[in-house]
């Protein structure tokens, strides 16, 4: 937040104008891999007292029944889920890692003309800095800071097990043009 004090979103012409000399792309990621990520990251791999840790304890405070509250000290994924479905309802603010990428991506109002698929990201960028005639001085290199043994593709379908058929009706219906324009299935 503060950085969008310091730098506002540009306005929709001069993204037109600026993407003249430019080749618009857009990074899209399958709208529930990247809600687990953003839980995995925020909430569970939180920094002690940091603003998530903080977060996620009043998450708990207000979701988890009294006799469970001992483990774990984040918020299960369905507790998680709950306050940002409650979030939404509420039209209280969002966190741009938990909103859907086309609140503020703006792929309808302006010309992109590559979309990486972060499923394919490796490729993807390759083509892109080939595209760019970049590749004399881009030299991608792979780092994935994700923790825990397990990839987020790996625990997608265990997390969403635990959720209940409202919540990911819900979780769809929030998401939902984000799964159309970047033709990803829901189903978990």
Known sequence: ????????????????????????????????????????????????????????RKIINKFRKNDERTRPRYPTFSEFVSWLLEE?????????????????????????DIIVKFESLNEDQLNLIEKANLSSKIFPEWKNSGRGSKSTVELLQSFYDQLTDDQKARLYHYYKYDFEIFDYQFAV
């Open 88 to 112: 939404i309802r509420l039209n209280n603010y969002i966190d741009m890692n938990l909103v859907p990428a086309t609140s503020f991506c703006t792929p309808c109002l302006i010309n992109i």
């Open 1 to 56: 937040m503060l950085a969008r004090k310091k730098y506002p979103r540009l306005s929709v012409e001069k993204l037109r104008e600026a993407q003249r000399d430019s080749i618009p792309f857009l990074i899209a990621r399958n709208p529930y891999e990247r809600l687990l990520s953003a839980y995995r990251d925020k909430f569970m791999f939180a920094v002690p007292n940091s603003f998530h840790d903080k977060l996620g």
